[in-house]
């Protein structure tokens, strides 16, 4: 029984790291006039830099690639014995270093902040010499949020899940109010007067926003549409244009007038074509949908679509195979790079495996690797695998039997251990983007699976990326940094090994310099030098409580770090005028279980006129004081709402919770109004 228990665990460690959406394989293949094709699996290799990336060609081709893809969707489990309710003990264990890609977006800006961070530039013939906009990664990249500006005027969308329902309201026979959620709006609020804001118009339409000109966009999810309105009389908005969304929505950018919108839409054997993530009049066929010359699972296409932000028309669309798992998407100034998460299938791993080793009579490797050939799904050869392997064993003594098993077991945990760089992947497609027009470039794998979009960024002909790789057999997880030729995406340095048995949890460049922080029990914090883009170097380490979520640049000298200890809220400011050996300036713990920026980069706000940062956590936002290099609480908002953004206009700080918009004057941090958006 122990020995079945051993394998089980083999077992389970296999699934759990190559099952749950992470397998895919990348082997070689023949490409012609009819597209990708898949050519006899063989055992992994460790080259998996550039990968060349075609169109089908044909539907007919579209449909075998995806067939051939979902044929190696892998299960948990590979040799089956055992398995018990000892799995679910054991997944604690593989799953504590997972990464975890649900985790929200944190971002980091790629060059060093301007003086105002997200400011925008003053409206003609207005008193308003500044006003914030939303906290983003790329300057001159707007990203989707609740709040959006144009200089004099707040358009904002409340997360209606967060809103406090007044009273009194409508009642009840038993005399108890109904309590009602709003209709979902989004609210025009007139800042012309930074002291007395008006709410002059509200918007059909709510969801995540993005303003551009005389267009506001609101990305509306829960209406599968995406629809704009004309705010050239912003309290009088108009319909302009709408286009259906069909297929889940990945992510959105703006820039000079033009949407990039990027969707994922699963696919399944014998689907329809084409593919119409934004309805019929704008479908996909899928001859024109591109693939990487190697196989993938296949179990979704993603499309870049280049819309005119005014007419709503669609400029340019873009569309190509990946998988389904641990999507992000990071935009430069040059192009978007969308990743998502391969590997290796288990049947593959296990015949490399079996090869490998001198445990297996050659009769019996011979038999696997014959399965290994057969053009079944990856499911159909792990289970005659399973059984190749289980009538050798019961032709053994029973204790050669129990032998045997200890040793493949011993023997395959140091296998995986040897091959982990292959069993998670991250694959990242180049979209180029020119005046609106898009074009895909080419196709690369890092090992190991990124955070977030910060972990990503495009640096003097460079792509740096970020990973982690999880622990696997015997070998605990670590967290490597690359250096991608951001044209070819072929591997040009790296820095490997930080944070032995920990996970990325934040990442940030900022020039020519990186920093990441990688957590379990202590807050790793990295500095990497990248004086030579192409040859990385690890400065400095510095280890302290808890962990980092987030991190913005405050200075040259200095970086900000948002996160956690102890299960509390969390700031720290990290000295690293001295790169090889950075310190701890000061930190400050709040009594809050969770912040608001957690969640989402954009809920972080930093004014540095003032020399305050917002931190918003529960019904209460907190403004921080960073002068001199001390951290404390300047002034707390208190909300009947959960507070979700606060902008800055002149010297007055307006803070969004629920239907409430809360306005401090910054010089004596008093409320001066609170305009409630309900009435």
Known sequence: MAAQRK???????????????????????????NGPEASVDQPPELDNSGVGIQQFGSEQAFEEYVQRGHQRTTTRGWWGTGLSAQRFDERAVVDEVQVDMAAGDGTADAAPAPADDGAQPESGGSDIERIAGSNVQVAGLDEPDIVKTDGERFYYS????????REPGPVAEDGVPVREPPEPESHVVDASEPAEPEDIASIDASGELLQTGDRLVVLEESESRIVAFDVSDPADPEKEWEQPLEDSLVTAREADGQLYVVTQTRT????????????????IECADVYAPETQTTADATYTAFSIDATSGEIDDTVSFVGTGSGTVVYMSENGLYITYTTGTSESELMAAYVEETDIVPEDVEQRVLEIQSYDISDRSKRTEIEMALERWFQSLPEEERHDKREQLYDGFREYLGD?????????IVNVGVDDGELSVGESGTVPGTPLNQFALDEYEGTLRITTTIPRTGNAESINNL??????????????????????V???????DRGYVVTFRQIDPFYVIDFEDPTDPEELGELKLPGFSSYMHPVDDDSVLGIGQENGRVKAALFDVSEPTDPEVGDDLVLDEWQSGIDDTHHAFLMDRRHEVFFLPAGHSGYVVDYADGDLSVATTVEASASVDRARYVNNYLYVFAGEEVIVLDQEEWERTETLDLSE
């Open 7 to 33: 394998i089980a665990f083999v077992t389970l460690v296999v699934g759990l790291v190559l099952g749950a959406g992470l397998a895919a394989s990348f082997v070689g293949s023949d490409t012609g006039n």
């Open 158 to 165: 409340p997360r209606v899940g967060h809103v406090v329902y």
């Open 268 to 283: 399944s054997v014998g689907m329809a074509c084409p593919i119409t993530p934004l309805g019929q009049d704008n479908a």
């Open 419 to 427: 091959h982990r760089t292959e069993l998670t992947q991250t694959s």
């Open 482 to 503: 690359y250096v991608l030729d951001s044209e070819t995406l072929d591997r040009e340095g790296n820095v490997t090994g930080m944070g032995e048995d920990q996970r």
């Open 505 to 511: 949890y934040s990442v940030r460049y900022v020039g």
